[in-house]
């Protein structure tokens, strides 16, 4: 599951921390603090980079994990990816012992099982994190599976970067209402410190206390938010990058002379058509039309698909990926 704020996050690290809920930041240094978690068994769903860097953090701090995909080609390519990940990360931590660094990397992998026996990785979880496709129905379908199945003390998050929490718990059994939340993580997981701790209408403080502290965890900087369009960083991330789409079809600059103008005048280390083109147009797309029609901003203009964006990802131009969006890469 790709989206513009775990991308950006990756790419822009220039996205300071803040909080709804002073009592629930670790602005200022708290990052540090480790904290013990109040999980012991993870269960993962979606073995993508999401997913996976999502099992390769939590099995680093000695959680056990299950990370569950629909077949077994899906959770080999996550292994070997994890592998890799886990292999850079033990060359940096042990950069003179070969030894130190093949016994961190299975040390890290021994701790996770990967399968595709959905209901059986649900069934002893304290935490159970959802991280596929961005697809409300399709999310609406995992929750009922594992409603079915898992215990009721269990925590149940969603990794979603751009739907509302409450629309994909929203069929969700009446008594596990107060444990649905929030854990919106920034892609590459193992690298970025961000984790927006989401609490929804019906998510209780419990809940949320038990999501926050496993954050902490797990070594991220952890920000409380609502459950609103974006959280934090895609609410404010997505108009800035549509408002300077506008400003090249209002004909106000080029898009290179923008992405000059916030690299060098606003000390971004990506203007926001090189953003939009790395993250994906497609993406960017399905995020900005997706609020407009269909959430609290609906009809808002702030956040209406500009024509270009519309044109370039009809033209089947989606950025880097394919090799063309609002730049040619096609090009040496």
């Not at 109040?38 to 099995?59: C, D, N, R, Y």
């Not at 070969?98 to 959905?118: H, L, M, N, P």
């Not at 000390?267 to 790395?278: H, N, R, S, V």
Request: glycine residues 8%; charged residues 25%.
């Amino acid at each position: 599951m790709i989206s513009l704020s775990r991308s950006v996050a990756r790419a822009n690290k220039l996205s300071a921390p803040c909080s709804l809920v002073r009592a629930y930041s670790s602005e200022g240094g708290a990052e540090k603090k480790r904290v013990q978690s109040p999980f012991e068994k993870v269960t993962i769903f979606g073995s993508g980079l999401m997913g996976s860097g999502i099992a390769q953090v939590s099995a680093t701090y000695n959680h056990s994990v299950k990370l569950v995909d629909l077949n077994e080609t899906a959770l080999e390519k996550s292994q070997k990816y994890i592998m890799s990940s886990l292999k850079r990360v033990a060359k940096k931590k042990f950069p003179e012992s070969t030894s130190d660094q093949v016994k961190f990397c299975e040390g890290v992998i021994s701790k996770i099982q990967f399968t595709t026996k959905a209901e059986e990785a649900a069934s002893d979880a304290d935490l159970v994190l959802e991280a596929i496709v961005e697809n409300v129905e399709i999310k609406r379908k995992l929750v009922a599976t594992v409603d079915a199945v898992a215990p009721n003390s269990v925590v149940f998050a969603t990794n979603t970067s751009s739907l509302k929490v409450g629309d994909i718990f929203a069929n969700i059994s009446e008594a596990r209402r107060p444990n649905v939340g929030g854990l919106h993580f920034f892609n590459p997981v193992p690298q970025m410190k961000l984790l927006e701790v989401v609490k929804a209408d019906t998510t209780s403080q419990e809940t949320f206390d038990k999501m926050f502290n496993y954050g902490l965890s797990i070594g991220k900087v952890c920000v409380s938010c609502k459950d609103t369009p974006g959280f934090i960083v895609n609410r404010l991330l997505v108009p800035y990058m549509l408002e300077a789409m506008r400003m090249v079809e209002r004909g106000d600059a080029t898009a290179k002379d923008i992405d000059s103008s916030m690299k060098y005048g606003a000390g971004y280390p990506m203007g926001p058509f090189e953003l939009a083109d790395y993250v994906g147009l497609d993406t960017s797309y399905f995020i900005s039309n997706g609020w407009y029609t269909n959430s609290e901003l609906k009809g808002n203009d702030l956040v209406k698909p500009p024509k270009n964006l519309k044109d370039l990802v009809d033209a089947g131009r989606f950025g880097t990926k394919s090799g063309a969006g609002f730049y040619d890469y096609t090009k040496k």
